[in-house]
């Protein structure tokens, strides 16, 4: 069956542990991977593009979407709703491996899909103090934002144990290489159980 090596990782974290990051270096090392764009109520921020950061669009559209069960997940973050089409992922998924931004809610929904490959990662610091200076330093949120984001961290990891892999990203580079060992060892299995005779 076609795409039935690929897989779908998602990078779950609190804002500001460098998900973000991650994921566009994942990307641009691996080609085979594309990067799920969803679509979300937010407004856009000054350094974002629709269609590439994600689809922006209104309230009511994406409620119509709900309503016509057109998400494979979707989660009300921070007064916003963010969702993934499960148009995207059935287009992606039997050429390209797909990498997922999606918070604990939406990762559990998709987790209810056994047909997917999934390979769940939750990405988090050892040092808060950290976090909140990187949010105030990448200077995309307002400082309600800010508090919002930081104040959530708790009650987010409470989720880790609903994850495959957890990792402690004390340092981009090293993190970076951790995942792509967890990718490399999840496309070997796969492979490995494809051409295995059931
Ligand atoms: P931000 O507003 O900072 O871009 O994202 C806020 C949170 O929404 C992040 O934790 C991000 O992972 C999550 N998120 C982004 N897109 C989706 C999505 O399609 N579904 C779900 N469940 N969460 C998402």
């Known amino acids: 069956m076609p795409g039935e090596e690929n897989i779908m990782v998602i990078?779950?974290?609190?804002?500001?542990?460098?998900?973000t990051t991650l994921t566009k270096k994942i990307q641009q090392k691996y080609h085979s991977f594309k990067i799920s764009v969803s679509h979300t109520t937010r407004s856009p921020r000054s350094n974002e593009v629709n269609g590439v950061d994600y689809h922006f669009i209104s309230k009511e559209k994406f409620e119509k979407?709900?309503?016509?069960?057109k998400f494979y997940e979707y989660a009300k973050i921070f007064e916003n709703y963010y969702g993934t089409l499960k148009k995207t992922v059935d287009e992606t998924i039997p050429k390209n491996d797909i990498i997922f931004d999606?918070?604990?809610?939406?990762?559990?929904q998709l987790s209810k899909f056994k047909n997917l490959n999934l390979i769940k990662i939750y990405l988090i610091t050892d040092n808060k103090e950290e976090l909140k200076k990187r949010l105030i330093k990448r200077n995309q949120n307002t400082q309600e934002e800010i508090e919002k984001r930081f104040n959530s961290f708790d009650k987010d990891i409470k989720h880790w144990s609903d994850y495959d892999y957890v990792i402690i990203n004390k340092n981009l580079d090293?993190?970076?290489?951790?995942?792509?060992?967890i990718i490399k060892l999840s496309k070997k299995k796969l492979s490995i159980f494809a051409h295995t005779p059931q």
């Open 11 to 19: 990078l779950s974290s609190p804002s500001g542990v460098g998900k």
């Open 65 to 69: 979407f709900i309503k016509e069960k």
């Open 102 to 108: 999606i918070d604990w809610q939406g990762t559990k």
């Open 174 to 181: 090293v993190c970076f290489k951790q995942i792509e060992s």
